[in-house]
């Protein structure tokens, strides 16, 4: 059983920044892959980082490129997601994901982060 715990979510104005966590139970070098989605209301999710188990490789959505940095600390089975630089429309739930190399998916409770104008 994996189970994935963010934190660090809350009420921003815009050009600030955000620092969010996500707790894994068990080493986090272990996991294909890590990171986060998010989902703003009416929306559907949408990726926006992740970070390789291996190589920790970091991909980016276009949308947050050069703003948001994704990071791993493997003694404390912890990835986290630096945001710099918000947008009211970053505004959406945040969620952490991991994957295993069998192909399954694992999933947060979600964070909440409200950007204000």
């Known amino acids: 059983q994996v189970h994935l715990v963010e934190s660090g979510g809350g009420l921003v104005q815009a050009g600030g920044s955000l620092r969010l966590s996500c707790a894994a139970s068990g080493s986090v070098s272990r996991f294909y892959a890590m990171g986060w989605y998010r989902q703003a209301p009416g929306k559907q999710r949408e990726f926006v980082a992740s970070?390789?188990?291996?190589?920790?490789?970091?991909r980016f959505a276009d949308k947050v490129k050069g703003r948001f940095t994704i990071s791993r600390d493997n003694a404390k089975n912890t990835v986290y997601l630096q945001m710099n630089s918000l947008k009211p429309e970053d505004t959406a739930g945040y969620y952490c994901?991991?994957?295993?190399?069998?192909?399954?998916?694992?999933w947060g409770q979600g964070t909440q982060v409200t950007v204000s104008s």
């Open positions: 970070i390789s188990g291996l190589s920790s490789t970091p």
């Open positions: 994901y991991a994957s295993n190399m069998g192909g399954a998916n694992y």
